[in-house]
């Protein structure tokens, strides 16, 4: 699997001229990290998905999406830079959209909304509890923009070719967008991420978040066993 790069395409922000050798440095770390699992958690299924497994994976992505856009959203009220205050304010925009996307996928399968299907508690502590928590903007991006949304990139590019075609459409319009997500995190903290202390705590919202997004995974696989789609002792899609 390639991992996604961040650097690029006019337009967009780019961070510092200067090479941010902190965040190249916090990225590369993150990668070694997912390079060093085991093979059962870093390598996925050849075949196409059944529907129920499909559909039990666009609930939750479109879960996921949803959740970013209220948090992210909740963020604007005590974001002081001005610039993150808007690039955030487009990023809440292309959450939602996501989720749009997705629901409308799952509309074509007869699933209309999320009402009735539960979170595990493993993606409630991370997604609901520790994504929206952080003292303050560089917390906040170092381990949703940083560490999530390169998660997030990579695992739909691993997926993408077991989807249907419809679908496959749908992650082809939301990956430019988590480009965009990343390079505004590599933006904020080359010019906010200044001195040891910030660092310090930034690295370690990338180490909490890489955890709890592991944990995540493994319970994506602990309930596709439980319902039927999977062997539990086999290798499953990777969550966002």
């Not at 967009?12 to 390079?35: H, M």
């Not at 933006?187 to 709890?212: I, N, S």
Request: net charge negative.
């Amino acid at each position: 699997m390639s991992a996604v790069r961040t650097s690029g395409e006019s337009g967009r922000p780019q961070g510092s001229a200067a090479p941010n050798k902190f965040y190249d440095a916090l990225v590369t770390t993150i990668e070694q990290a997912r390079a060093a699992l085991p093979d059962e958690e870093a390598t996925f299924f050849n075949r196409p998905m059944s529907e129920p497994e499909l559909i039990e994976w666009l609930c939750f992505q479109a879960y996921y999406e949803k959740r970013a856009a209220e948090f992210i959203g909740r963020w604007l009220a005590d974001t002081p830079e001005l610039d993150a205050f808007t690039l955030l304010a487009r990023q809440v925009r292309d959450e939602a959209r996501h989720y749009q996307l997705l629901m409308r996928a799952l509309d074509r399968r007869g699933v209309s909304s999320l009402d009735r299907w539960k979170p595990e508690p493993e993606w409630e502590e991370w997604i609901d509890g520790w994504y929206p928590s952080g003292a303050d903007t560089i917390e906040r991006v170092a381990a949703h923009n940083v560490t999530g949304e390169i998660g997030a990139a990579n695992a739909m590019l691993a997926v993408k070719p077991r989807l249907p075609a419809d679908v496959a459409a749908a992650i082809d319009k939301i990956l430019p967008d988590e480009q965009f997500h990343m390079r505004l995190g590599r933006t904020v903290l080359a010019r906010y991420c200044v001195d040891d202390e910030a660092r310090e705590r930034v690295r370690h919202r990338a180490r909490r978040t890489f955890e709890l997004e592991q944990a995540g995974r493994a319970a994506y696989n602990r309930r596709m066993a439980t319902l039927g789609l999977a062997d539990p002792d086999a290798t499953t899609p990777p969550l966002a």
